[in-house]
């Protein structure tokens, strides 16, 4: 009669290969998704659900693989498998790996309104904002725990006790390499960080009233340019995360956009976010795109949408009454 065979644990460079596999595989899904979002709906759509799309590859690639107690690309590998107290992971074990590295931070960014919460709650609004900095530094601990002691890659894996094994045979003639001096970089930097941190606070309170002053000295001298305050410009939003507005409320154009014909108007249709054009722009090559359309474009590609020729954002042509 033979036993239940014991598997090894998984060694470190197996379970930082399988993590590196994982991060790659969900960076090309969510290229993939984005550009077929992209044909679909447009530029300034994508733009606007970036997070849900993010969101949705992560969720699906762990969901598809970890949430249905199989191997992720990444494991598979490297032949690693989950492991736990209960052999495979139990269902909400599975479910917390799968939501909680992803879910919480989307709905702080998403749903949280700071300046709602500050006004309300001055010390609520002062924890939300220490959350991403206290997960960061948590991260940062596990990490340099495990490239020293050798288990658990992520710190959820760690509060929820899943360790990696390995279904290759231990070779005992082979060393395995030892990434300790990574784990004393990473603890040296974290050092240096709370040492930061805490000179920092200590002083916070002085750097407070000097910002208060200066605050109400340069109210009292506001710079203006073209009859606009510096500080509203300052201060505007990214108009690439802003909804599409309507063509009737196009600020730069003369033409009354509604008496136009339904066909010329059909004409005015930008081919990046499928509307009719606002803020019109030409490139070199004398293709006409929405501003904010087509400066999202350049910044992930240099070339025109249309022709493929190089795109210079720096020479876009402004279009007005057109």
């Not at 033979?2 to 899904?29: C, E, K």
């Not at 879910?103 to 998403?110: D, E, F, G």
């Not at 040492?195 to 605050?215: C, D, N, P, Y």
């Not at 350049?298 to 876009?316: F, I």
Request: glycine share 4%; net charge positive; aromatic share 8%.
């Amino acid at each position: 009669m033979t036993g239940i065979p014991v598997f090894p644990a998984a060694q470190q460079a197996q379970i930082i290969r399988a993590h590196q596999r994982d991060l790659y595989h969900v960076s090309l899904l969510r290229e993939q998704v984005e550009n077929t979002a992209r044909s679909w709906l447009g530029t300034r759509t994508l733009t606007r659900w970036d997070k849900e799309v993010e969101l949705l590859v992560k969720v699906m690639y762990h969901g598809l693989t970890t949430g249905r107690a199989t191997q992720t690309l990444g494991e598979e590998y490297t032949d690693i498998w989950q492991h736990s107290a209960t052999v495979p992971p139990s269902q909400l074990t599975r479910a917390a790996l799968v939501l909680l590295p992803s879910v919480p931070a989307y709905i702080l960014s998403r749903f949280v309104n700071m300046s709602r919460v500050s006004a309300h709650s001055p010390r609520l609004a002062t924890l939300l904002r220490y959350i991403p900095f206290v997960l960061e530094t948590l991260t940062d601990i596990n990490l340099a725990v495990f490239y020293i002691r050798g288990v658990y890659y992520d710190v959820y894996r760690r509060i929820l006790g899943v360790r990696h094994i390995s279904s290759l045979p231990e070779n005992p003639h082979i060393r395995p390499p030892s990434y300790s001096l990574l784990g004393v970089l990473i603890a040296v930097r974290l050092i240096y960080r709370f040492i930061t941190f805490a000179r920092s606070k200590s002083s916070s309170a002085l750097l407070e009233e000097k910002g208060k002053r200066a605050v109400q000295v340069s109210s009292n001298r506001e710079t203006y340019l073209d009859d606009r305050p510096v500080s509203q410009m300052l201060d505007v939003v990214d108009p690439e995360s802003e909804p599409a507005k309507p063509a009737e409320e196009d600020v730069r154009t003369m033409l009354d956009v509604a008496s136009l014909p339904p066909a010329v108007r059909a004409s005015r249709t930008c081919t990046l976010c499928l509307e009719e054009r606002t803020d019109t722009c030409s490139t070199e090559c004398g293709h006409l795109f929405c501003w904010s359309c087509i400066i999202g474009w350049g910044r992930e590609k240099a070339e025109c949408p249309l022709c493929r020729q190089s795109l210079n954002p720096t020479r876009l042509l402004p279009i007005y009454n057109l």
